[in-house]
């Protein structure tokens, strides 16, 4: 079936240092959005990609979108104790609506 | 803007009973997604209803069933209840399939 990789499952950093999760996908997506999970909240959306090899910035945070729209990367400068939490993409498969969430990466940010 | 609520916030059922979930999506927002988030998993499509028609389920089985009301709000249905049920169910607003998503707090089934 299709699927969502996350990796890596975990990250311990220290507060300061660079974070990257990345997410693949068994298939092309049309879309790709990020969310944030805090312990015991709900998924928070951050941000949506649509074009192939596209990249945006929020403040310390930047999201690229492959090529190939298979993949995508969140990466987070100097991380900050309010950055803990999990952070999955999701996106639909092209010429579906139906979202597929990744399996997401849990950060820790160490004081 | 009110943001998305969900009821009841908390659920304890008995294996093979029924359990209804309810949505209030925001103002506005005309697509409703359900998803179930199993404890410290990721989330699993369950069902897409935009103006009022299912448009999508996941690879739940037929006893996951739900409707979307004229006011867009939407109530997820889960029949016989088993215990690998019990997880966070959570509904998403959109304004349409290809918007962000605005999660609720979610319902919490405890099947026991």
């Known amino acids: 079936g299709q699927q969502v990789m996350q990796i890596p499952q975990y990250q311990h950093v220290q507060e300061g240092e660079d974070f990257t999760t990345y997410c693949n996908s068994s298939?092309?997506?049309?879309?790709i959005q990020w969310y944030k999970q805090r312990p015991g909240g709900h998924p928070v959306f951050l941000i949506q990609?649509?074009?192939?090899?596209e990249v945006k910035k929020q403040k310390r945070l930047t999201f690229q979108f492959g090529e190939a729209k298979k993949n995508s990367s969140l990466h987070i400068t100097a991380t900050q104790t309010t950055d803990v939490g999990t952070y999955f993409c999701?996106?639909?498969?092209?010429?579906?609506?139906?979202?597929?969430f990744g399996t997401g990466t849990r950060l820790k940010v160490l004081a | 803007e009110a943001g998305v609520t969900q009821s009841p916030t908390h659920l304890i059922k008995t294996r093979g009973q029924q359990a209804t979930l309810r949505c209030s999506p925001i103002?506005?927002?005309?697509?409703v997604y359900w998803y179930q988030q199993a404890l410290g998993l990721g989330l699993q499509f369950l069902l897409w209803?935009?103006?009022?028609?299912?448009?999508n389920r996941g690879n739940f089985p037929p006893r996951f069933s739900g409707r979307q009301f004229p006011n867009y709000s939407s109530e997820l249905n889960v029949n016989a209840l088993e215990l690998e049920d019990s997880a966070l169910y959570l509904c998403?607003?959109?304004?349409?399939?290809?918007?962000?998503?605005?999660f609720g707090p979610g319902t919490r089934l405890t099947v026991t």
């Open positions: 999701a996106g639909p498969p092209s010429g579906t609506y139906k979202y597929i």
């Open positions: 298939t092309t997506l049309s879309n």
């Open positions: 990609l649509v074009k192939s090899g």
């Open positions: 103002s506005g927002h005309t697509s």
């Open positions: 209803y935009d103006e009022g028609e299912e448009r």
């Open positions: 998403a607003s959109l304004r349409g399939p290809t918007y962000e998503q605005y």
